[in-house]
């Protein structure tokens, strides 16, 4: 019997079926993508004053994010996080289309090498680094007139990925500036409409990730929220408070 017919079916099968699982590997999604949430965010501007020699008056703006989601059954392994794996992370962030661009330029955090930049935590299921310190990460705080310096960390990035190959995301950040002019993380979105009308918000950005082999593309997330500003008045300013949260999935 002649089997050189049906072995090489059998191989082209395979080798299509191969070609898939790859594929699907680096195109995974979000776990639950439609409707999922990926971040929280809030801003603020206040009114400070401060007795520095003389009494100075200003508009401190800032606020807070914190973004999580998970991508399932990725291409990635727990040890490709681990020391001496040499693996880059991109995550980022882009958009603000309906805002102002200018002031919310979002996430846009590389590092060029997880496994010895990161702390690494490694379980019988998963590996998990995380970074909180570094130039990206970090800023000097000082007191007028440059004294009692310290070294203030306004940004923390978290990754998961576990034995099924899920790579978990987490980034939470202070965002804005201080009485001092320091600068923290940027908004990712909220900051945008800061000196809009009171009311509801909407805005559509994007949010992707790349991690060694595995890159999720361009992940639509659509933005809703509130902002409530305040009308200028002889002794204070205009000034806008914004909550609002992203979705990811179909805009």
Request: proline share 3%; glycine share 10%.
């Amino acid at each position: 019997m002649d089997l050189s017919g049906s072995i090489d079916k059998m191989l082209r099968v395979a080798a299509v079926t191969s070609g898939l699982l790859v594929l699907a590997c680096l195109q995974a999604g979000p776990a639950n993508s439609a409707g999922n949430q990926l971040f929280s965010e809030k801003w603020q501007d206040q009114f400070v004053c401060k007795n520095t020699g003389t009494k100075t008056c200003k508009t401190v703006s800032g606020g807070s994010f914190s973004l999580k989601t998970t991508f399932s059954g990725t291409c990635l392994v727990p040890s490709d996080i681990e020391p001496g794996k040499s693996n880059s992370v991109e995550i980022q962030t882009s958009g603000a289309f309906k805002g102002d661009t200018s002031t919310a330029s979002g996430i846009d955090f590389t590092d060029s090498d997880v496994g010895d930049d990161f702390g690494i935590q490694v379980f019988s299921n998963k590996t998990v680094a995380t970074l909180s310190t570094g130039p990206q990460l970090t800023v000097r705080v000082c007191n007028p007139p440059n004294t009692n310096c310290k070294i203030v960390s306004f940004e923390k990035v978290k990754l998961t990925v576990n034995s099924t190959g899920d790579l978990t995301v987490s980034v939470s950040g202070t965002t804005g500036k201080n009485f001092n002019g320091d600068m923290f993380s940027e908004s990712l979105d909220a900051a945008s409409f800061v000196g809009e009308p009171s009311g509801d918000v909407t805005d559509a950005i994007t949010f992707d990730v790349t991690l060694g082999c595995f890159d999720s593309g361009s992940v639509n997330v659509a933005v809703t929220g509130s902002v409530k500003t305040t009308a200028k008045t002889s002794s204070k300013p205009q000034l806008s408070r914004v909550n609002v949260k992203g979705v990811s999935g179909a805009i």
